[in-house]
């Protein structure tokens, strides 16, 4: 059973920062694409950071420059650090793993963790 597992969201002002984690039950190298996405009210899941088993990275315009998504294979975790937060950017975070078993391709996500930037 694959399980990814989101923390470290919270409250910010705007200009803050955090850093959220994405643990998984396994090795993250099993998987073929890491990221993350955001979901706010009202909106359609888009996706804010990836990283591939290569180690490419893709973000949307967005948050190029401010978001940045890395990963630890010993401690099997996906991060995305965020600067310079902004309101608009108030929504819940979940992680995502797409992997291939045999020749069927599967896709994981988290229970999410909720951003809120604020004064």
């Known amino acids: 059973q694959v399980q990814l597992v989101e923390s470290g969201g919270g409250l910010v002002q705007p200009g803050g920062s955090l850093r959220l984690s994405c643990a998984a039950s396994?090795?993250?190298?099993?998987?073929?694409?890491l990221g993350w996405y955001r979901q706010a009210p009202g909106k359609q899941r888009d996706l804010v950071a990836l990283?591939?088993?290569?180690?490419?990275?893709n973000y949307p315009d967005s948050v190029k420059g401010r978001f940045t998504i890395s990963r630890d294979g010993a401690k099997n975790t996906v991060y995305l650090p965020m600067t310079s937060l902004k309101p608009e950017d108030t929504a819940i975070y979940y992680c995502?793993?797409?992997?291939?078993?045999?020749?069927?391709?599967?896709?994981?996500w988290g229970q999410g963790t909720q951003v809120t930037v604020s004064s």
């Open positions: 995502n793993g797409k992997k291939n078993i045999g020749d069927m391709r599967y896709s994981y």
């Open positions: 396994g090795s993250i190298f099993s998987f073929y694409d």
């Open positions: 990283i591939t088993s290569g180690g490419s990275t």
